[in-house]
């Protein structure tokens, strides 16, 4: 195990969920888990990344990740904010255009802290259920396995070599546009979220969650009991 993928023992008191991407959408997203009676007391929820941009509480983001039964992974969307903050690679024009307006629009110090909080974040998220593993990453796995992503971010040695890595497991659509059920053989299932879908829709055990929560009208947020593997949608409009 390692800083990029982080591991969750079984709860044996409460339910597991998990919720596609959030972009911003923290007070909506509160609202769905009250429509299944959430309980922080035992209950926790795992988020597939993309906390931020687009929608209008994405400087909610760190109050959330300091809640100790929410647990995220980072989407391509706090990559693009942490690169933001960087100055060799700042690019707001790009940035605005996928949503950054709200760090965009905030100190030099504020951006800092927001960049740290993020990029804290692990790429991969492990969670241990009555019925084995189930991995959880933004966009896809990189490589055929659960067990040889793990081992190949245990022996990230450059920046390059994470990049590699992080391409796939942030930006990758391959599974989901090639509709390739091969699935991930190691683990009981993976959970992913980056490409909106009308309803979720499971190729092989990999199930991609992300239903548009963000978008006004045509979305709702999914989320699935890593228990049962059930999705539970809830209308909020
Ligand atoms: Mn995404």
């Known amino acids: 195990m390692n800083a990029f993928v982080h591991h969750y023992e079984r709860n044996t008191t409460g339910r597991d969920f998990a919720v596609g991407d959030i972009h911003g959408c923290f007070r909506l997203l509160q609202t769905v888990l009250d429509g299944v009676g959430f309980n922080p007391?035992?209950?926790r929820l795992f988020s597939v990344g993309d906390l931020v941009d687009r929608g209008p509480d994405s400087e909610m983001a760190l109050e959330w990740i300091d809640k100790p039964w929410f647990h995220a992974v980072q989407g391509n969307h706090e990559d693009l904010a942490i690169r933001y903050v960087n100055p060799g690679q700042r690019d707001a024009a790009h940035y605005a255009m996928n949503g950054g307006a709200w760090l965009i629009g905030k100190t030099p110090h504020e951006?800092?802290?927001y960049a740290l909080g993020l990029a804290a974040l692990p790429y991969a998220i492990e969670v241990e259920t009555a019925d084995g593993l189930i991995g959880i990453v933004h966009a896809d796995i990189c490589g055929p396995t659960w067990g040889g992503m793990v081992q190949r971010f245990a022996e990230v040695k450059s920046s390059n070599s994470l990049k590699a890595i992080t391409n796939m497991v942030l930006w990758c659509r391959d599974r989901i546009s090639l509709e390739d059920h091969?699935?991930?053989?190691?683990?009981r299932a993976v959970i992913v979220g980056h490409?909106?879908?009308?309803s979720p829709a499971a190729l092989g055990n990999v199930y991609h969650i992300d239903t548009g929560g963000w978008l006004p009208r045509s979305g709702h947020f999914t989320?699935?009991?890593?228990?049962t593997l059930k999705y539970q949608s809830v209308e909020t409009a």
């Open 182 to 187: 091969s699935g991930v053989p190691d683990v």
């Open 195 to 198: 490409t909106p879908l009308s």
């Open 223 to 227: 989320l699935i009991d890593l228990g």
């Open 41 to 43: 007391e035992v209950d």
């Open 111 to 113: 951006q800092q802290d």
